[in-house]
């Protein structure tokens, strides 16, 4: 039995292992920078979440005692990990889009990020 | 009851509080479930003027339906993205922004609504218009931009509309 549950923590652990480094080796392949933004919030999920179900499943199966202090990672990488891509996301609207090259914002005419006065003197880090 | 309300003004975040410490604890004690209850009670009392209004949830089984669905979304659209990674040609992927017409109009169901979309692999939620009314969204991989609309207003907010509003 001992030899099944191994075989189950294993097997979460290297899914966990496959799409952490596919969200790695998205950020190489990836060229623009909103489509690179896409690949650490796939590492945070299921790469992430993998090895926490492990854990749980190596605490109860083969400890013996209940353990769910994991489930507040996973709490704490849902309420972080979409303001920080929101932030991100924001920065590139606001420093390499224009409005003309965004979808039409509807009745409110523009995004938020493009509602603000642009900053005009600050040096450009774009060619890079 | 008003003075109910004044000493706990969000009876919500009090049971969140202190289950979150309890979690953290790791050992269900009663010395740690009468300390996350002083939390619980202390930190709503000293936020409150930050925070003077109070969300609703109008449909509980529907709560646990929508986190159902999005765990499953998640897992279905990592497998989707990771062979959009792995297999598919830079050149042949399409990326696109989506605007997505919100009918959602409170700040908790849309700040839940855009987190759905970026923990859901391949799209990410970028910015609000000028007014909150449209949700701008990046998608990795959207031949046809239409459809992911439709989908994420089907999948998500029409589940968040009956829990919110």
Same mark, same amino acid.
Request: hydrophobic share 20%; net charge negative; no cysteine.
């Given at each position: 039995m001992t030899f099944l549950f191994e075989l189950l923590i294993a097997f979460f652990l290297i899914v966990s292992g496959i799409f952490g480094f596919v969200g790695s080796f998205g950020m190489i392949k990836l060229k623009d920078p909103m489509s690179r933004l896409h690949a650490p919030t796939k590492a945070t999920t299921l790469g992430v979440g993998g090895v926490l179900l492990a854990s749980i499943c190596h605490s109860v199966l083969l400890e013996g005692k209940l353990s769910l202090h994991e489930l507040l990672i996973t709490l704490f990488l849902f309420l972080t990990a979409p303001i920080t891509a929101l932030f991100i996301a924001k920065w590139h609207i606001h420093r390499h889009? !224009? @409005? !003309?090259?965004? @979808?039409d914002a509807g009745?409110?005419?523009?995004w938020a990020t493009h509602a603000v006065e642009q900053v005009e003197d600050v040096p450009d880090h774009s060619a890079n | 009851m008003k003075l109910l309300h004044r000493i706990f003004p969000h009876p919500h975040l009090t049971i969140l509080l202190t289950l979150v410490w309890i979690l953290l604890a790791n050992a269900p004690s009663l010395n740690s479930l009468v300390f996350g209850l002083l939390l619980g009670i202390i930190i709503p009392f000293v936020t409150q003027p930050y925070w003077p209004d109070r969300p609703i949830l109008r449909n509980w089984p529907m709560v646990v339906e929508y986190m159902l669905v999005v765990l499953w979304d998640i897992v279905m659209a990592n497998i989707a993205v990771a062979r959009i990674i792995l297999f598919k040609r830079d050149a042949d992927r399409q990326p696109n922004w989506v605007c997505i017409p919100l009918e959602l109009r409170t700040p908790e169901a849309i700040t839940v609504l855009a987190g759905t979309i970026t923990m859901t692999p391949g799209t990410v939620s970028c910015d609000l218009s000028a007014q909150g009314h449209n949700l701008l969204v990046h998608c990795l991989?959207?031949?046809?931009p239409d459809q992911v609309r439709d989908q994420i207003k089907s999948r998500y907010e029409r589940r968040l509309k009956e829990i919110f509003e």
């Open positions: 889009e !224009q @409005p !003309q090259d965004l @979808p009745e409110d005419e523009i | 991989d959207a031949p046809n």
